[in-house]
């Protein structure tokens, strides 16, 4: 199932839908008609531990009905998840991103932070003052969503509180996270989590640690590798997390980035005004975003 938030006009607030070769099908509309209580948001659907199976009934009912189908080319696309409670991010999580910026393999996963204020949708633009930052750098990371709360977690049984994947670019003011010492400011500016288009739930996406990713700056591709090369996997990360706090439905977990950032280029690669990003992971999706300053 591919779960996207959507809206008509640029005031309305997002609501949750699920594309399908017909069209768009308004959760909340389409399982009001079939009987079950859907809330508009997908965090209000996510909260609901019955989630996946009324979904499914609603998407049933749409299809037989089609009632709650929309016409995609009269909706514009925010991010799936919007309002996470977290935004929880891993540094150093491929091996060779790790070499290129002459850092240790970590024995423990490097977890930090984006202020959930830095989400932003597949249709928005990164925007940010020069002045206020003259490094920005991008970086392709497969991104978990949270199915359920999530605390004190053994790996094996972490996917299951996994709803499924997005595709993130955790944007990098790279001035201000190396030289604040802590990376949080750099990190969470606002418009700096572009993620979409979709949430695809983790039954359609099949080995999360076995997917291509790479991201191209104005269609150079700048970054190619695997998820295979992933340090810490998926259930490592969320089991992680969770002996720490608690992982809330709807919080969004950053994997890391393969090689090939800008910064560490020779000569690097900076990002200005008018390049376009697009961050691509095998199965999930496809980002693409416009750069602009203000
Ligand atoms: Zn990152």
Known sequence: MRIGQYRTTDDESPWTGVATDAG??????????????????????LADWEWRRKAD??????????????DPAELDRAAPVDDPRKVVCVGLNYRDHAE???????DDPVLFSKFPTSVVGPEDAVRWDP???????????????IGEETRRVDPDEAMEHVAGFTVGNDVSARDLQ????QWVRGKSLDTFAPTGPDLVTTDEVGDPHDLDIFAEVNGERLQESST???????????????????????????????????VYREPPVLLGD????????EGVGELTTEFETE
């Open 24 to 45: 768009v099908i308004d959760l909340s509309t389409a399982g009001a008609a079939a009987g079950v209580d859907i809330g508009p948001k997908t965090s209000d659907l």
């Open 57 to 70: 009934l609603a998407v049933e009912y749409a299809e037989e009905t089609g009632v709650g189908l929309r």
């Open 100 to 106: 290129e910026g002459d850092n240790p393999i970590p």
């Open 131 to 145: 002045e206020y930052t003259e490094k920005v750098d991008y970086e392709a990371e497969l991104v978990a969503v």
């Open 178 to 181: 190396h030289g604040d010492g």
């Open 228 to 262: 295979e090369n992933l340090i810490f996997g998926v259930d490592d990360l969320i089991s992680f997390c969770s002996q720490a706090f608690t992982l809330k439905p709807g919080d969004l977990v950053f994997t890391g980035t393969p090689p090939g950032v800008g």
């Open 274 to 281: 008018g390049d376009e990003v697009t961050v691509g992971v």
